[in-house]
């Protein structure tokens, strides 16, 4: 009896082919609902790597961040108001000063030597004033002694002619006698009167002469106050209170006028100088309130000047603290500031992220309730501030938006999670 021969068992019997034929059908079904029953392309993403923010809806304030320089609230410069070389140095930079404290003097021998000319000038005028009213004395006293004689002069001419007229009248005298006497009357008063006239021209004439004098010599005293107060301002002093910070001369050294000499910083007080991107140069006005953490505390700023001037795509804003100065702030010191842009109201929020820079806040990706995939969605956002977009419309409190950047995902409608 011949032994039984080993029938071989097959590697795929029909249950398991139909088992396995089953679960990749499902894949496959499930696999066509997720990219086709959309109706857009998709791509697969890790969830580690993607910020996913909630949409809320509450207060929000339009703010932009700022850097800010500490600067003392009033800097004077001290300019050569007229130029010199530098004679005497009595402060150094650095020292504290007081209003009125000398710091420097120049010297200058041109305008010391215009000085004594002006002054010399101002007496020789002043004698030929002094000469010229005296003369006008003079001329007034003899237009009244003229005046005396020829009255008295024409008044015996008179009376001898209007006795010459009686005799003339009762024949005692020839009309030839009557008519001599006659014109010596009329020519005598014409006289008289041609001989006034003359000497009031001559004496309004010295009068004019007095008053252009004295124009002239007031103009010259003018003048002179003006060079005394060059002269005074050759010695440098401190105008306020205050710290010289700065002081740019040598004895000896030349300054022309109008040169810098240096600075005085009235510390009492500071205010902050911050430039701004001129993207916001139609938003920032004058009142505009800016926050600032320092030492534990919050300040506030408000904005004092708007300087509107734009270099290197920025302009420039001064602002003042509303209340008292951060406590141990300094000169020169840098503070990040909080500028408001608009009032506190409610909204409905996104957190801000990369995202934006691909779709400049026109659509997003939000999350499926379910958690497994996000899907495109165009949406529009409205006003900023470092923490939050304003959302207008597309999405509603309680939803999610991934946030982080979109640059590898190209134009895809879907992105399923991993």
């Known amino acids: ?92 930079a650095g020292a504290q000063v007081k209003e009125g404290d000398k710091i420097l003097k120049l010297s200058n021998t041109n305008l010391l030597m215009t000085l004594l000319n002006n002054e010399a000038q101002i007496n020789r005028a002043s004698n030929d004033l002094r000469s010229t009213r005296l003369q006008l004395e003079r001329n007034r006293l003899d237009l009244k002694r003229q005046r005396t004689e020829a009255d008295y002069f024409l008044k015996r001419i008179k009376r001898r002619f209007e006795r010459n007229e009686v005799l003339f009248k009762e024949s005692f005298i020839s009309k030839q006698d009557y008519d001599d006497f006659k014109d010596e009357y009329e020519y005598q008063k014409k006289n008289r ?59 000896g050294q030349s300054k022309a006028q109008g040169e810098r000499l240096g600075q005085i910083d009235d510390v009492t007080g500071f205010k902050v100088r911050a430039p701004i991107d001129e993207h916001y140069i139609s938003r920032v006005e004058v009142g505009k309130i800016g926050q600032f953490d320092f030492s534990g505390s919050t300040y506030d700023l408000k904005v004092t000047k708007v300087y509107p001037e734009v270099r290197n795509g920025q302009f420039e804003v001064d602002m003042e603290f509303v209340g008292k100065n951060a ?92």
Not at 4 to 13: Q, V
Not at 14 to 31: D, H, Q, W
Not at 201 to 209: A, R, T
Not at 217 to 241: C, F, G, H, S, Y
Request: proline letters at 4%.
């Open 327 to 418: 406590e141990g702030i300094r000169r020169g010191q840098s503070i990040h500031i909080r500028l408001q842009l608009s009032d506190m109201s409610q909204a409905i929020l996104v957190a801000r992220g990369g995202f934006y820079q691909t779709t400049g806040g026109n659509w997003a990706y939000i999350m499926d309730p379910s958690g497994k995939y996000a899907t495109k969605r165009q949406i529009r956002l409205g006003r900023q501030n470092p923490e939050f977009f304003e959302v207008l419309e597309g999405l509603t409190p309680g939803e999610q938006v991934i946030t982080s950047s979109y640059e590898n995902y190209g134009d895809m409608d879907r992105l399923v999670l991993k």
């Open 1 to 92: 009896m011949g032994m039984d021969k080993p029938i071989e068992k097959k590697k795929w019997p029909p249950k398991r082919i139909i088992t396995y034929s089953a679960v990749g059908l499902f894949v496959l079904v499930v696999g066509y609902l997720l990219i086709f029953e959309t109706g857009g392309s998709s791509l697969n993403v890790e969830k580690e790597r993607l910020t996913i923010s909630t949409v809320t809806k509450g207060p929000f304030q339009e703010f932009i961040p700022i850097i800010g320089s500490v600067l003392p609230h009033r800097t004077i410069y001290l300019d050569a108001v007229i130029g010199g070389s530098v004679d005497k140095i009595y402060l150094e």
């Open 193 to 251: 009167e041609l001989t006034i006239e003359s000497q009031e021209k001559d004496l309004k004439f010295s009068e004019e002469q007095v008053t252009q004098l004295e124009a002239s010599v007031k103009q010259m005293e003018t003048n002179l106050v003006l060079l005394k107060d060059q002269l005074e301002n050759l010695t440098v002093k401190a105008p306020i209170n205050g710290y010289l910070t700065s002081l740019t001369a040598e004895a």
